[in-house]
């Protein structure tokens, strides 16, 4: 903002006359508003490979017959298959070559059961050494005298076709004693998967060696070498006991878990008894009442040289005071009126909480209008009513949406062909005095109405404000009511109108730490105005800055020197002196002005919230250790809050800078450096 700033003209509603210029970034404002790989060649060549191959097994399938259960490696199957099985189609009759009878079966212990995945031959325990060119699979063979051929899911034969096409799974029959072994029968790949050759056999048609499939390598070669009735008769035997073990294990767990479904079979449970935790520990602990207090001369040879900074000019105020005692540690010029800028809000901070109730809430209604198809929008001095739900930039803000859904509630499907906004809650100028031509609107500011929306923004999450808050609000009510083309016009509602709709703001404590957080001047603004309301006086103003200077000297506080405009300190022509910036403080802080503590928790943070987000005040000093609310106008900048320092102890400090010479940069820079000298210092 300008030092020379000027009224400008505007209209009714705040909207800046034609011509007005562009408006400047306020800094300090500005700073708080919210606002696949296409597949490759080798991935080509694995996409030929599985058309040319049957449906593999899940490559970490485990075969439960080894002790070890290790995986057979998917490479290193062998892929043969009986003569005469032909794929997509039925099998034919082959050659049966006749071996010597099987004089018996040797008893075979019960085996651990295969995995559902597939189904090999268990291990045995008199195993010979393997034969080196010993085939994995017997060519054919013959039943045994007097017993039944049992059925063998054996590997196909190696197919001349690259590409293979689902089989039907025929139903598995025994042989008849004493005849000839029936074809193959498939198996489901799931159950007996079936190996692959590899990419050399599938090139050259030679049948790979069997390899050694699990640990102890002549294992799986030995048993592949044994003769065919007695490994089939095993298998056979090993599958059957699999499947009355598993029977047996499901009557078992249904028996044991009960029937899921009759709620009476669950087995009551006591009542829970929870432990006694005792009593919570603090979050934050209580201040140190053994914390040493700086020594005031100690604290002087630290911050006068910091003060003397060039960058913070000549004129500059400042004090210090020990939040317990009261005791003043530090003082230069404290009783001189300084321009506050947005400290001022401090004031308002603590005349809001005071004057009206801090759980109270912020009404907007809507009203029948004086005709058909016509509603008021009544604003309540709510700035924060949100046209997105949630709000972006009011955390528990009321919405438009909201009164939409009652009033279309209410008129039931009746058309809305206009919208009156009635502002008169507030009255007189829309701007200060001491505001200049570009403030309002600009990023910073906007005409101060009773009634806006996103806090007169122009849109939601936006910088810029609007220079007709009103009128907006009422078109995002005609759009909310699904009549975007309807009329919006400034008026009143009709004397004993049918309410139609109310929202209530976040409550009023919750409004105040938003308007110190983000030194937010139209929350500020709208602030004082209820202010003025509760004490009496009217709603503009001269009559909010009267009852915020009442409302702070009924406090208990010294008011001298105090000269107010408006609630913000947007205007130039505010004056307070460090000293009642700092009394307002301490006063929040020691608990001797009831509910004013409201006022700490909206005070920005150094390094992590509000104005404060990007500065480090705190120095070394302990993170969070300052909270204060910033100032900044042309030529001026301010800082006012508390500290806690090294030692543990809280103090009350403001530094009123209003003829600061350097960069905005700069000055803030050199403020921050006598915070973190404050926030570090034992200065004893």
């Known amino acids: 903002m300008s030092p020379d700033y000027h009224g400008a ?74 003569p005469g099985f032909v794929v997509g189609g039925e099998p034919e009759p ?30 045995v325990a008199d195993l010979e050494p393997p034969a080196a060119e010993e085939p994995a699979w017997p060519v054919s063979w013959a039943p045994e005298p007097g017993v039944d051929a049992p059925v063998w899911p054996q590997p196909p034969a190696p197919v001349p076709t690259t590409e293979l096409t689902p089989r039907p799974v025929p139903t598995p029959r025994p042989a008849a004693a004493g005849g000839p072994e029936p074809p193959p029968v498939p198996v489901d790949s799931r159950l007996a998967p079936v190996p692959r050759p590899t990419r050399a056999s599938r090139r050259t048609g030679a049948t790979p060696a069997v390899p050694p499939a699990r640990r102890g390598a002549g294992r799986a070669a030995a048993a592949s070498a044994e003769r ?145 198809g016509e509603v008021v929008l009544v604003g309540g001095g709510d700035p924060t009513l949100s046209t997105t739900a949630p709000s972006v930039a009011y955390p528990g803000a009321a919405t438009v949406d909201d009164l939409a859904a009652q009033v279309q509630a209410q ?21 200060a005095p001491g505001w200049g031509p570009d403030d309002a609107p600009s990023t910073y500011a ?44 400034l008026g009143t509602a009709p004397a004993g109108a049918a309410t139609l709709a109310t929202v209530e703001s976040a409550p009023v404590e919750r409004l105040v730490e938003q308007a110190l957080t983000a030194s937010d001047n139209l929350l500020a603004e709208s602030l004082a105005r209820h202010v003025a309301i509760a004490r009496g006086l009217p709603a503009t103003f ?16 010294d008011t001298t020197g105090l000269t107010l405009f408006d609630g913000s300190g947007l205007s130039q022509q505010d004056l307070v002196p460090a000293r009642l910036l700092v009394d307002v403080v301490r006063a929040a802080s020691d608990g001797t002005v009831p509910d004013a503590a409201g006022l700490l928790s909206g005070l920005p943070v150094a390094g992590y919230d509000g104005t404060l987000a990007e500065r480090e005040g ?35 400090f403001a530094v009123l800078a209003d003829g600061a010479a350097g960069s905005l940069s700069t000055t803030e820079t050199a403020l921050d450096d006598v915070a973190a000298a404050l926030a570090g210092c034992g200065c004893r």
């Open 9 to 82: 003209p505007t209209t009714s509603d705040g909207a800046p006359a034609a011509g007005s210029p562009a408006p400047p970034q306020d800094a300090e404002a500005q700073a708080a508003t919210p606002g696949g790989a296409a597949p490759g060649a080798g991935a080509q060549l694995r996409i030929e490979e599985e058309r040319q191959v049957d449906e593999e097994p899940p490559a970490d399938a485990v075969d439960d017959s080894s002790p070890a259960g290790d995986t057979v490696p998917e490479s290193e199957v062998p892929v043969e298959r009986e």
């Open 618 to 652: 705190d120095g070394d000093g302990i993170p969070g250790a300052v909270r204060a609310k910033t100032g900044t106008l042309l030529a001026v900048n301010d800082l006012a809050g508390t500290v806690l320092t090294a030692d543990g102890r809280l103090l009350a």
């Open 411 to 431: 008129l039931g499907g009746a058309p809305v062909t206009r919208v009156v906004v009635d502002s008169s809650l507030f009255s007189g100028p829309l701007t």
């Open 94 to 123: 082959e050659p049966v070559v006749a071996e010597e009878p099987e004089p018996d079966l040797e008893p075979v212990p019960a085996p651990v059961v295969p995995a559902e995945s597939e189904l090999v031959p268990p291990p």
């Open 446 to 489: 906007a005409p101060v109405t009773a009634t806006a929306v996103d806090g007169a923004r122009v849109d939601p999450g936006s910088s810029q404000r609007s220079g007709a808050p009103g009128a907006d609000a009422g078109q995002a009510l005609a759009t909310a009511l699904g009549a975007p083309d309807a009329a919006v016009v």
């Open 228 to 372: 065919p009735g007695r490994r089939r008769g095993r298998v056979l035997l090993a599958a059957l006991v699999a499947v009355v073990v598993l029977a047996v294990a499901a009557v078992a767990a249904i028996t044991f878990l009960g029937d899921r479904s009759d709620p009476t079979a669950a087995e009551p449970v006591p009542d829970a008894v929870l432990p006694d935790l005792g009593e919570p520990t603090p979050v934050l602990a209580a201040l140190s009442t053994a914390a040493l207090v700086p020594d005031p001369a100690a604290l002087a040879a630290v911050l006068t040289p910091l003060l003397s900074d060039p960058a913070l000019g000549a004129g500059l105020s400042a004090q210090v005071v020990d939040v317990a005692t009261g005791e003043v540690l530090f003082a230069q010029d404290a009783r001189d009126p300084s321009t506050p800028a947005s400290t001022a809000k401090l004031l308002t901070a603590l005349a809001t909480l005071t004057t009206v109730d801090p759980a109270s809430t912020l009404s907007t209604t809507v009203v029948a209008g004086a005709t058909p």
């Open 542 to 557: 001269a009559g909010a800055a009267q009852a915020i200077t009442s409302a702070v000297a009924d406090a208990g506080l």
